[in-house]
């Protein structure tokens, strides 16, 4: 049983009244901060080299700013004055701020896209901005804090008829190619069981107020959307994962890598019932592990099927029965286990294995057939220039997006809930529905 303890009055779980009503980005200039090395021109052609402006400086927001240098990288914001100046030198005609509502107001005639790379909790907020300005949007995973937000992003994304991907970088590589093939080509025969699960632990979030906040950090700018509450040294720039109003823990951060080749294998999107289990429920920290069960329907011609997720060193106990051809266990660390009529496909991000091995060794694998990929963030600018998509847009990964997120709704509300995709509703569970958004703090819109 999933009971919940240290209940804060501050945390918001049980006191999100109602949906954040959406609305356009409200006028912040005079209230940001902002540094400007060189005067801004109005935006050329996206078929020349694209602006881009880009929320977050380092780490995940850095690795996308570099994979996107090839163009004009004319702005970028971070509320972390440090990470600000070290992700901006090597950028020195970037315009420079602490507020994304003020960069994307002062730069939105002067340009074509924004990269989003901030804490789950501000994924949302920052690409909704970014979507209504009529922007070109690359963000992280997972897409959003909340489900409703998932739906939100795509739903501006298709209307605006942007160009958008979130930042699952392993679906561009040749392995999960491989692996969609051999499952859709129909190698194991028709799969009804999905194993997926990854080492990954974030657990142990505590706030603190033993240490006043840096001088380079702009506490209120951080928590954004998020509750007020005191600075807390243990969060920022990474440790935030752990805690519930920032983060989803393990699921959040690797659940849209790893269920990522089972959507696109198997032609996934909504989830109809899902089932979670943890130890006791914590209101600030997620948990030490989680595992969830989410029943999907049947898809055209393939069969309805569950897909079973594990984290923080959990596996399936499936796994723990798989050798290779020489004996060896295939206990591996993090992957994907497609269980068909058939056979078995054992995969991670690199590798993927036909079992049993001895029943495959004659199979003639077939030509491959998706081509290979010219880049995650490349493909993101080509489309951007020529017109065209890409393969993990919004609509893709903010239903990828929903289904990971609806493993923690499941958790935290201790219920096993029936989902209706289609109004976004827990028909069955109005306690778990209240953890499908929460309320925004004043100042900060969706």
Sequence with gaps: ?????????????????????????????????????????????????????????????????????????????????????????????????????VMLEKEAEKIDAV???????????????????????????????????????????????LVTQMGTQIHAGDNYRRVVELIQGNAIGPVKEVHVWSSAVYTGGKFRTDVPCPAHVDWDLWLGPAPER??????????????????????????CHYMDLAHWALDLKHPVKIDAHGPEVDTVSTPAWC???????????????????????????LLSTLKNKKGEPLNWNSGQLFVGENGMLLSDYGRHVLLPEEKFEDFERPEPTIPKSIGHHTEWIQAIKNGGTTTCNFDYSGALTEAVLLGTVSYRSGKTI?????????????????????????????
Excluded at 291 to 316: C, H, I, N, T
Excluded at 429 to 437: G, N
């Design 1 to 101: 049983m999933k009971k919940k303890k240290g209940d804060h009055s501050h945390n918001q779980a049980t006191t999100r009244r109602r949906f954040l009503q959406q609305s356009t980005a409200i006028g912040l200039i005079s209230s940001g901060y902002f540094v400007n090395p060189v005067a801004g021109k109005p935006s050329s052609s996206p078929n020349e080299r694209l602006r881009i402006a880009a929320v977050g400086a380092t780490n995940r927001a850095g690795a996308n700013i570099r994979g996107c240098a090839s163009q004009d990288i004319v702005a970028i914001a971070d509320v972390d004055g440090n990470l600000l100046e070290q992700g901006s030198a090597a950028y020195p005609n970037a315009r420079k701020y602490r507020d994304y509502r």
């Design 115 to 161: 990269l989003v790379g901030t804490p789950d909790h501000s994924h949302a907020p920052a690409s909704a901005m970014a979507l209504r300005l009529k922007k070109h949007v690359y963000c992280e995973k997972p897409l959003t804090h909340t489900v409703y937000e998932a739906r939100v992003l795509s739903d501006l994304a298709r209307e605006n008829k």
């Design 230 to 255: 005191p600075y807390s040294p243990d969060v920022h720039p990474f440790a935030w994962r752990r805690f519930w109003d920032y983060g989803a823990g393990s699921l959040g951060d690797f659940g």
């Design 291 to 317: 595992k969830v069960q989410y029943d999907y329907p049947s898809r055209g011609e393939m069969p309805a099927l569950k897909l079973f997720w594990y984290d923080s060193g959990k596996k399936p106990e």
């Design 418 to 446: 029936e989902w209706d995709a289609e109004t976004l509703k827990v028909t069955n569970a109005p306690e778990a529905q209240s953890l499908i958004h929460k309320e925004y703090r004043k100042g900060w819109t969706l």
